[in-house]
C-alpha cells in the first residue's frame, strides 16, 4: 500500500477558531479558504519510497550515513546486536473480539532487551556521528574547535520511544543491518532543521482555493452513485475515480455486496 502523493501543508483559516475573530473566518471559510498542498514529483530517490521522494517520512540516515557504515563494519557492536536479537520469542499479540479471526503469534523482543538494543545503537550512532564527523567531514576527534563547543545530542528520549511504544516499536526486527538503519532514519527525523522539511518545497506546492471548488461542486460536480448536485460546501467521498454524497456511496457499497 503507497502514499498519496498529495499531502496538506496548511488551511486558511485554522480549523479549529478560539478567538472571536477566528470564528468570522472560519465562516467565511468557503469564500475566502485556501489549501496548500505538496505534491510528491514521485522521482527516485536512493533510500526512499518513490511515492515518499520528499520525504515526509525520511527513511534515509542522512548526517548518520557514515556513522551507519562504520556501525555496520564495527564487528563487536554487531555482535551486541545480535546476541539481543537472538533473546526474540515467540508471542501471542493482542486479540480483538470481533475484530481478529484468530489468535496470533510472532517473535519479538521482550520490552528491556529492546530498549537496551534500541539505547546502544542510537547512543554508538550519535557517538560516531559526533566524534569521527558526517559527509565525510572530520569530526571531533580532529576538531578542537567541534570539540571545545559542540556537545553530543541527547538521544535517549527517542531511542525509549522506538523501544517502548505499545504500537509501533522496533521489538520485531530480524537483522542487525535493518536496526541500525531504522534507528538512523529515526534519529535524522528528529533533529533535521525545520527549514529542511518537505512542507517548505515552495516549488511543489498547489493551492486550492475554496471558492472555486464549492462553485464547482454545487453546479457541475454530481454525485457518482445519485446523479445529483454534490451541494454548497459539502464534503464527498472519493472512490477514486468519482465522487459520491457519503449517504449515497454507503448505500451503493451495501447493495453490491448483496448476493
Same mark, same amino acid.
Given at each position: 500500500?503507497?502514499?498519496?502523493?498529495e499531502?496538506?501543508?496548511?488551511?486558511?483559516?485554522?480549523?479549529?477558531?478560539?478567538?472571536?475573530?477566528?470564528?468570522?473566518?472560519?465562516?467565511?471559510?468557503?469564500?475566502?479558504?485556501?489549501?496548500?498542498?505538496?505534491?510528491?514529483?514521485?522521482?527516485?530517490?536512493?533510500?526512499?519510497?518513490?511515492?515518499?521522494?520528499?520525504?515526509?517520512f525520511?527513511?534515509?540516515?542522512?548526517?548518520?550515513?557514515?556513522?551507519?557504515?562504520?556501525?555496520?563494519?564495527?564487528?563487536?557492536?554487531?555482535?551486541?546486536?545480535?546476541?539481543?536479537?537472538?533473546?526474540?520469542?515467540?508471542?501471542?499479540?493482542?486479540?480483538?473480539?470481533g475484530v481478529? /479471526?484468530?489468535?496470533?503469534?510472532?517473535p519479538?523482543?521482550?520490552?528491556?532487551?529492546?530498549?537496551?538494543?534500541?539505547?546502544?545503537? +542510537?547512543?554508538?550512532?550519535?557517538?560516531r556521528?559526533?566524534?569521527?564527523?558526517?559527509?565525510?567531514?572530520?569530526? +571531533?576527534?580532529?576538531?578542537?574547535?567541534?570539540?571545545?563547543?559542540?556537545?553530543?545530542?541527547?538521544?535517549?528520549?527517542?531511542?525509549?520511544e522506538?523501544?517502548?511504544?505499545?504500537?509501533?516499536?522496533?521489538?520485531?526486527?530480524? /537483522?542487525p543491518?535493518?536496526?541500525?538503519?531504522?534507528?538512523?532514519?529515526?534519529?535524522?527525523r528528529?533533529?533535521?532543521?525545520?527549514?529542511?522539511?518537505?512542507?517548505?518545497?515552495?516549488?511543489?506546492?498547489?493551492?486550492?482555493?475554496?471558492?472555486?471548488r464549492?462553485?464547482?461542486?454545487?453546479?457541475?460536480?454530481?454525485?457518482?452513485?445519485?446523479?445529483?448536485?454534490?451541494?454548497?460546501?459539502?464534503?464527498?467521498?472519493?472512490?477514486?475515480?468519482?465522487?459520491?454524497?457519503?449517504?449515497?456511496?454507503?448505500?451503493?457499497?451495501?447493495?453490491?455486496?448483496?448476493?
Amino acid at each position: 500500500m503507497g502514499y498519496h502523493p498529495e499531502t496538506l501543508v496548511a488551511s486558511f483559516p485554522p480549523c479549529s477558531p478560539k478567538s472571536r475573530i477566528g470564528k468570522v473566518l472560519y465562516r467565511l471559510s468557503p469564500f475566502i479558504g485556501f489549501d496548500i498542498w505538496h505534491i510528491d514529483p514521485e522521482r527516485r530517490s536512493e533510500g526512499q519510497r518513490t511515492d515518499d521522494s520528499c520525504g515526509w517520512f525520511d527513511r534515509r540516515p542522512r548526517e548518520y550515513g557514515d556513522a551507519v557504515d562504520y556501525v555496520l563494519k564495527d564487528a563487536t557492536t554487531l555482535h551486541e546486536i545480535k546476541l539481543i536479537l537472538a533473546r526474540r520469542t515467540t508471542t501471542l499479540a493482542p486479540f480483538y473480539a470481533g475484530v481478529s /479471526e484468530k489468535q496470533l503469534a510472532y517473535p519479538r523482543l521482550a520490552a528491556g532487551d529492546a530498549l537496551a538494543l534500541c539505547l546502544m545503537v +542510537a547512543r554508538e550512532l550519535e557517538s560516531r556521528r559526533w566524534w569521527n564527523g558526517q559527509y565525510g567531514n572530520e569530526g +571531533a576527534c580532529r576538531s578542537w574547535w567541534r570539540k571545545t563547543f559542540t556537545k553530543r545530542r541527547d538521544v535517549n528520549d527517542i531511542a525509549m520511544e522506538l523501544a517502548l511504544d505499545p504500537l509501533d516499536n522496533l521489538s520485531s526486527i530480524e /537483522e542487525p543491518g535493518s536496526v541500525v538503519r531504522l534507528i538512523a532514519g529515526a534519529l535524522h527525523r528528529r533533529f533535521k532543521p525545520w527549514w529542511k522539511h518537505p512542507r517548505w518545497h515552495v516549488h511543489h506546492w498547489k493551492v486550492n482555493f475554496h471558492l472555486p471548488r464549492n462553485l464547482r461542486r454545487m453546479l457541475i460536480d454530481k454525485c457518482g452513485t445519485c446523479g445529483k448536485r454534490l451541494g454548497w460546501n459539502y464534503c464527498p467521498v472519493s472512490d477514486g475515480s468519482k465522487l459520491h454524497h457519503s449517504d449515497c456511496y454507503g448505500m451503493g457499497a451495501a447493495m453490491s455486496c448483496k448476493p
